[in-house]
């Protein structure tokens, strides 16, 4: 037996081929189906992708273009250009160009200098992947072992001689396990040969190929050959598979289930949005109120267009340049927070979405857990074995082996009760007996694999099975004593503790079925002859199989509760005569044209009847260090989690216990397979009868129901404490994620580690992705990248906590910052008859919300009200954000109505106190205009941090340095004098203190959810 072909299925690598260089700009046209020749590249008919992964979001052409447009598609950036655009009529020009093309220059060099940061580093990364050089990927076609498939292939030809051949499928659908897939038959059976390197003199055939489409889970083709010449060709090297390559590129399965990445846009941002809109009318009705109090007189549409730009402070550009630098500090805060090493940010445009995310999609395999599965227990119904008693099972099966020699003596019908050591021995045998696990010899360096495989060395074997619980299992009985050593068809050789090898025959398997939930096997001792029949299965399917017992309902519980997948082991010994009895009629059952696998099935089951429960095992499938505090900090932070796996039904549910996504005390309905209208309408009604129950669901039955209930589905799903949707193919969790979003209104974050989570994370208001064995894929797609899973409760506490309300202070104090000079702006212009005519010019404007006000109002990003250790203690402070109130209209209206109350006192007091000249004026309301925003800065924050005491000092030296420089507009020798200084003292008095009281009364009488904790 030679050592079996393992290849993995990855679709992205590149391979070179010849296609038309503008494909990626101009599009490859429409998808066709497509005849490929064996070793004739001159036969073909049409031009194919080129083999790259790009998720990058721009091209060279479409950068600039594109990256502009995301700006200025939104009314704020778009107002801005047209306010900077009209300074270039003269009857419409109040100041210098600068004060208005500056700022609007700054915003856009730091959006494009971020933007083009993060594709050159979405194009390393992919230049990375596609880079990689495949050594035995050639024109011949051929793979070798443990090697990734770069391609969607057929296999021809494997170097065994059954064509076994097995590989993973982790990057489409997400399982880790290995299936089993042979080539096509008439490839398969020529002479063993290296025909790859022949192919254009051997064969002379084809592929005829169905159009690229989605479907991961079937493929429709037809093999022809037209000439078949067989020639003496060089020997076929043991591990290798030849295939012919079908798609390539864009055309690929897991690219086809992966959407394109886009340009994501937060839901703050959205908000800012429509907070300008508002601050936009109110700049046209303040206008308007202007020109109609001068009763419209003489060019007054000239005059509404002059008094826009007088008051278009009402409406910031400086929160834009704000709000995207401090996008910039939450990502660097994120990166180097040491508590969570490793995490990358790939999108720093949403770290503020981590602080309001509702519903929370995670992957399962690999994600929450490691797919690592570990034997925990064995019982015997009076006896159990845990991991610190598996010596006195070795023991036991030692003694079997060595003692009478009994493993080779047929079972006399006795009722004699068996010993423990035999009982044990029987249940150990069985586990090695009944599976599909194929023993798997590698060359070690020192021991090449023809010699490993015919010593049955340990060093160079490797266990492949369809199912990770198997090989657990089979590992398992080897570090007992009872080694699987080789398997082929039809036969089976196990080792014993002694070294003797004992050979059974395979007489048949029933494999394993998600209707049957259960397997068997059909074994001969060639020692004794003995004929027994072995099988595993489910508890709930076991029970009516097994001879009556009080003990198995009662213990498998006690095991599913502790978070094991449980397995009930039986067996039943067959006499020769009824064998050949149930051969006969198994196989006549296999020949019937009508309802045949109804009549196999009942031929099986006649066999399925008081059989000898021989044990339970009960396997643990680890998962991620901390998933379960981690859950349970989303829980209590009223993020509800929902897992899409790939996976079996069972394997999901056995997770979503272990990992406590549902509670103990939460019930769970299996929603019931549906393939029409009626069986979803009935099962939905019967799922709407069940409160405070978790959802299990397949992704058929999930189709069948968004069909024809999608609304209905989805509402009572979104009542569910947790939602576990199983067999689940990329383009399924990507729909779900999108229904979520519309049904729902709220957040998403989607969290993944393979391939086939890519649209899933791409379609998410927020993607994560974790670096894990799945590969790279997901976590390069993604908006963040963890490491582990439990990293993500440190980023949605704390940083995403912190950033949105850092945010929405900033975002809300630069608002406030700018209405107090506009109210000052509209007194000023009404005590002097409406005159369109601005307070301050020139320097005083940009130096206003730059060099004197800019740091102190940016050092709010530092602000936090709890300390990070509490936010992740405490995790119900993450229920606040979840309604939107740190920026809501509510606080926008607060902040508005300070702003006017402040504008208004600051000026009408410099009104009232000024004695001769109009200088004066200016000089007293923006010392203490300047003076306010200072101390407004003071009033706001929560935490006071070093930088934030450095700025307010900075921005005061500032004013203070540039006063020398402002003779223009300030009289110098005034603001020396004892009258400036009693003035401005009074005015910013009047203006702070009465909010400095009000707050205090607030925090004693009022106080937010965190004051307790921070006490």
């Given amino acids: 037996m030679g050592a079996k072909s393992c290849v993995e299925w990855l679709s992205v690598i590149v391979l070179p081929s010849r296609c038309c260089p503008w494909s990626r700009c101009c599009g490859m046209g429409d998808f066709r189906p497509r005849t490929v020749w064996l070793g004739r590249p001159d036969k073909r008919e049409q031009r194919y992708p080129r083999n790259v992964i790009n998720n990058q979001k721009y091209n060279f052409f479409t950068f600039l273009p594109g990256v502009l447009f995301n700006q200025f598609k939104y009314f704020f950036n778009l107002y801005f250009l047209l306010l900077a655009c009209s300074q270039f009529v003269p009857e419409l020009r109040l100041g210098a160009l600068y004060t208005y093309w500056v700022p609007l220059g700054f915003v856009l060099i730091i959006?494009?200098?971020?933007?083009?940061?993060?594709?050159?580093?979405?194009?390393?990364?992919?230049?990375?992947?596609?880079?990689?050089?495949?050594?035995?990927?050639?024109?011949?076609?051929?793979?070798?072992?443990?090697?990734?498939?770069?391609?969607?292939?057929?296999?021809?030809?494997?170097?065994?001689?059954?064509?076994?051949?097995?590989?993973?499928?982790?990057?489409?659908?997400?399982?880790?396990?290995?299936?089993?897939?042979?080539?096509?038959?008439?490839?398969?059976?020529?002479?063993?040969?290296?025909?790859?390197?022949?192919?254009?003199?051997?064969?002379?055939?084809?592929?005829?190929?169905?159009?690229?489409?989605?479907?991961?889970?079937?493929?429709?083709?037809?093999?022809?050959?037209?000439?078949?010449?067989?020639?003496?060709?060089?020997?076929?090297?043991?591990?290798?598979?030849?295939?012919?390559?079908?798609?390539?590129?864009?055309?690929?399965?897991?690219?086809?289930?992966?959407?394109?990445?886009?340009?994501?846009?937060?839901?703050?941002?959205?908000?800012?949005?429509?907070?300008?809109?508002?601050?936009?009318?109110?700049?046209?009705?303040?206008?308007?109120?202007?020109?109609?109090?001068?009763?419209?007189?003489?060019?007054?549409?000239?005059?509404?267009?002059?008094?826009?730009?007088?008051?278009?402070?009402?409406?910031?550009?400086?929160?834009?340049?704000?709000?995207?630098?401090?996008?910039?500090?939450?990502?660097?805060?994120?990166?180097?927070?040491?508590?969570?090493?490793?995490?990358?940010?790939?999108?720093?445009?949403?770290?503020?979405?981590?602080?309001?995310?509702?519903?929370?999609?995670?992957?399962?395999?690999?994600?929450?857990?490691?797919?690592?599965?570990?034997?925990?227990?064995?019982?015997?119904?009076?006896?159990?074995?845990?991991?610190?008693?598996?010596?006195?099972?070795?023991?036991?099966?030692?003694?079997?082996?060595?003692?009478?020699?009994?493993?080779?003596?047929?079972?006399?019908?006795?009722?004699?009760?068996k010993t423990i050591s035999s009982r044990v021995h029987e249940a150990v045998k069985a586990i090695a007996l009944v599976h599909n696990v194929t023993p798997v010899y590698e060359s070690n360096g020192v021991t090449d694999q023809a010699e490993a495989e015919q010593h049955y060395e340990d060093a160079c074997r490797v266990y492949q099975a369809s199912s990770p619980d198997e090989v657990s299992l089979v590992q398992w009985t080897e570090s007992v004593g009872l080694t699987l050593v080789g398997r082929d068809q039809s036969s089976m050789q196990l080792r014993t503790p002694t070294g003797q090898i004992l050979n059974f025959t395979i007489l048949q398997i029933f494999p394993f079925t998600y209707e049957s939930k259960r397997m068997g096997i059909i074994v001969r001792d060639e020692s004794t002859g003995e004929i027994t029949f072995y099988m595993k299965g489910a508890d709930v399917v076991m029970a009516g199989i097994v001879q009556y017992n009080d003990w198995l309902e009662e213990e498998c519980g006690n095991m599913a509760r502790e978070g094991l997948r449980v397995l009930v082991v039986a067996k039943k010994s067959l006499t020769e005569e009824q064998y050949q009895d149930f051969e006969a009629r198994y196989v006549q059952a296999k020949l019937s044209v009508h309802d045949r696998s109804l009549k196999v099935a009942t031929v099986i089951e006649s066999l399925e009847m008081e059989m000898e429960l021989l044990c339970l095992t009960g396997v643990e499938d680890q998962l991620q260090a901390d998933v379960r505090p981690t859950l349970e900090i989303l829980r209590n932070a009223g993020i509800k989690v929902w897992m899409l796996t790939g996976d079996k039904l069972e394997t999901a549910t056995c997770t979503a216990k272990n990992a406590h996504l549902v509670t103990r005390n939460q019930d769970i309905h299996i929603f019931r397979p549906v393939t029409t209208r009626g069986e979803a309408h009935l099962e939905l009604n019967a799922f709407r009868r069940k409160h405070d129950c978790a959802l299990v669901i397949s992704g058929d039955s999930l189709e069948v129901c968004l069909k024809f209930y999608e609304y209905e589905l989805m509402e009572l799903a979104c009542q569910c404490p947790a939602v576990v949707c199983c067999r689940c193919a990329p383009t399924q969790k990507a729909q779900i994620v999108r229904l979520l979003q519309e049904r729902t209104g709220k957040l998403t974050c989607a969290v993944g580690d393979g391939g086939n989570d890519v649209s899933m994370i791409q379609e998410a208001d927020c993607g994560v992705g974790v670096e894990g064995k799945e590969g790279k894929q997901?976590?390069?797609?993604?908006?963040?990248?963890?490491?582990?899973?439990?990293?993500?409760?440190?980023?949605?506490?704390?940083?995403?906590?912190?950033s949105y309300k850092r945010s929405a202070a900033l975002s809300q104090f630069v608002i406030h910052r700018s209405l107090c000079i506009s109210t000052m702006q509209a007194v000023f212009s009404s005590v002097f008859y409406f005159a369109s005519v601005p307070l301050y010019q020139g320097f005083l404007i940009i130096g206003y919300s730059t060099l004197y006000t800019m740091f102190p109002v940016f050092s709010l990003v530092l602000d936090k009200d709890v300390k990070s250790e509490v936010a992740m203690l405490y995790p119900e402070l993450y229920k606040d954000l979840l309604k939107g109130r740190p920026l809501s209209f509510k606080t926008f209206l607060i902040w508005v109505l300070i702003s006017i109350y402040q504008g208004s006192i600051i000026m009408y007091g410099a009104l009232l106190l000024f004695e001769s000249e109009f200088v004066h004026i200016v000089a007293i309301s923006f010392t203490s205009l300047i003076l306010t925003e200072l101390l407004m800065v003071a009033l706001t924050i929560q935490t006071w941090h070093w930088l934030m005491i450095v700025a307010e000092l900075l921005s005061l030296a500032c004013y203070i340095a540039s006063l020398v420089f402002l003779h223009e507009f300030i009289d110098i020798y005034f603001i020396a004098t004892l009258s400036f200084v009693w003035k401005v003292t009074a005015i910013t008095l009047v203006s702070c203190l009465p909010l400095y009281i009000l707050k205090y009364l607030r925090r004693r009488f009022s106080p937010p959810n965190y004051s307790k904790l921070t006490s």
Wanted: charged share 20%; net charge positive.
């Fill in 111 to 417: 959006t494009i200098v971020r933007e083009a940061v993060e594709e050159v580093r979405c194009f390393l990364r992919d230049k990375e992947v596609n880079s990689q050089i495949y050594s035995k990927l050639s024109p011949r076609g051929e793979l070798s072992f443990n090697q990734r498939v770069p391609a969607d292939m057929i296999f021809l030809r494997t170097s065994e001689r059954n064509g076994s051949c097995f590989l993973r499928t982790d990057q489409l659908d997400g399982e880790t396990d290995w299936k089993l897939r042979l080539p096509v038959a008439c490839t398969q059976r020529l002479p063993t040969a290296r025909f790859g390197d022949c192919l254009s003199n051997s064969i002379r055939s084809f592929v005829y190929a169905e159009e690229p489409n989605i479907d991961i889970h079937n493929f429709v083709g037809t093999f022809t050959r037209v000439t078949l010449l067989l020639a003496e060709l060089p020997a076929f090297l043991p591990g290798t598979v030849v295939g012919v390559v079908i798609y390539t590129g864009k055309e690929l399965r897991s690219v086809m289930n992966t959407s394109k990445s886009r340009h994501k846009v937060g839901l703050f941002d959205l908000e800012v949005n429509c907070l300008t809109k508002i601050l936009f009318g109110a700049l046209v009705v303040v206008s308007l109120v202007m020109v109609a109090l001068q009763h419209f007189a003489g060019r007054w549409y000239l005059q509404i267009f002059r008094f826009l730009l007088l008051f278009s402070n009402i409406v910031p550009i400086s929160l834009r340049v704000n709000l995207d630098m401090g996008k910039m500090v939450f990502s660097w805060m994120i990166r180097r927070d040491s508590k969570i090493p490793g995490t990358v940010v790939r999108a720093s445009t949403i770290p503020e979405q981590l602080g309001r995310i509702s519903y929370l999609l995670t992957d399962k395999t690999g994600t929450l857990t490691q797919n690592e599965m570990v034997f925990r227990r064995l019982h015997l119904g009076t006896v159990a074995y845990g991991m610190d008693s598996m010596d006195e099972v070795q023991s036991h099966v030692f003694s079997a082996y060595t003692q009478g020699g009994g493993a080779t003596r047929a079972p006399a019908a006795t009722k004699v009760r």
């Fill in 778 to 802: 997901a976590s390069l797609a993604a908006d963040f990248s963890v490491t582990q899973f439990k990293h993500l409760g440190r980023l949605l506490m704390v940083h995403g906590r912190n």
